[in-house]
C-alpha cells in the first residue's frame, strides 16, 4: 500500500490536522481558547453518534484552578510527573471530564430510557417498546452487558466516540488537545461525588481530554505502524 496523498483541497487539510495533532503534554498557560470555537469543539462532542442513540454520557468542563488542583493527586496522566512538565490540569485552556452513566439509567429496565426516548428522541411510544425490547436484548445475550461495570464500560466506549471527534475538531482550529486516561478510577469518582457533586450510582469517570495551545513543540515525531500492518483487506 502506497503512502496516502492527498487529491483535493479538503484531503489534504484533514491530514494536515491528523498530522498536526499530537498528545501535548503541557500547553501556553497563558492561550485561552475563544469561547465560539470551544462551543464548536463541544458541539462536536454533543452531536456525535451513540449505540441506540442513548448518549449515555456527560461531558464535564472544570476550569477553576481550585477544582483542577483537587484532580492532581490521582491524574498521574495529567499532573506532569510521568512527563516532567507542569502537565495538563495546571496548563489548559480548557480541561473535559467525560462521566458515563451507570446501569442505573442504562439497564433495559430503567425509568430513565423511555422518558429519554419519549422526551428526547420524541419517539412515539410504540417504538419505544421495540426499541427497548431490542435493546434488553442487546444487552442480555448480544453483548453480555449483564451487570453495572459491564453496562457502565460500555457507556464509557461511547465516550470515546465524542472525544475523539472532538480532538479532530480541536485540529481542525489549530487547537493542540490530549486525551487522558491516567488516573486512579476510584479515588476520581471519590473527589467528583464530594467536590463536584457527582452521584457515583449515576455518573462514574470514563475519560477525560485537555485542549489549548502546545506550549513546546512534540517531542517525538508521530510514528504509527504502515497501513498493511494497520489495515487488512479481504
Ligand atoms: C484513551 C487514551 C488515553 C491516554 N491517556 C494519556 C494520559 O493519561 N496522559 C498523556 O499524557 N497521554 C495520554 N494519551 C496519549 C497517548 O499516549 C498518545 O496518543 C499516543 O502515545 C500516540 O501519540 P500521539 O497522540 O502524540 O500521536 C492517551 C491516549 C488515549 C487515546
Request: proline share 6%; charged share 20%.
Amino acid at each position: 500500500m502506497k503512502d496516502v496523498t492527498p487529491q483535493t483541497a479538503l484531503q489534504a487539510q484533514i491530514l494536515d490536522a491528523y498530522a498536526f495533532r499530537h498528545a501535548a503534554k503541557v500547553f501556553d498557560p497563558g492561550r485561552k481558547i475563544p469561547e465560539d470555537e470551544f462551543n464548536t469543539i463541544l458541539e462536536t462532542g454533543r452531536l456525535s453518534p451513540t449505540s441506540f442513540g442513548l448518549e449515555p454520557w456527560q461531558m464535564l468542563v472544570v476550569q477553576s484552578p481550585e477544582k483542577r488542583a483537587l484532580l492532581e493527586p490521582m491524574s498521574w496522566g495529567a499532573n506532569g510527573i510521568v512527563s516532567g512538565t507542569e502537565g495538563q490540569l495546571k496548563t489548559a485552556s480548557h480541561f473535559v471530564i467525560f462521566l458515563s452513566h451507570t446501569s442505573a439509567t442504562m439497564a433495559a429496565d430503567s425509568a430513565y430510557l423511555p422518558k429519554f426516548l419519549r422526551e428526547v428522541k420524541g419517539f412515539p411510544e410504540e417504538n419505544i417498546t421495540g426499541l427497548l425490547g431490542a435493546y434488553a436484548q442487546f444487552q442480555a445475550e448480544h453483548f453480555d452487558l449483564t451487570d453495572d461495570r459491564k453496562i457502565t464500560d460500555w457507556a464509557r466506549h461511547q465516550s470515546y466516540i465524542a472525544l475523539g471527534n472532538m480532538m479532530t475538531t480541536a485540529a481542525l482550529m489549530g487547537i493542540d488537545s490530549c486525551p487522558i486516561e491516567g488516573f486512579e478510577m476510584d479515588a476520581l469518582s471519590a473527589v467528583l461525588e464530594a467536590e463536584f457533586d457527582v452521584d457515583p450510582t449515576l455518573l462514574k469517570p470514563a475519560v477525560m481530554a485537555a485542549f489549548g495551545y502546545r506550549a513546546s513543540p512534540p517531542r517525538h515525531p508521530q510514528s504509527r505502524r504502515s497501513m498493511d500492518e494497520a489495515v487488512r483487506w479481504v
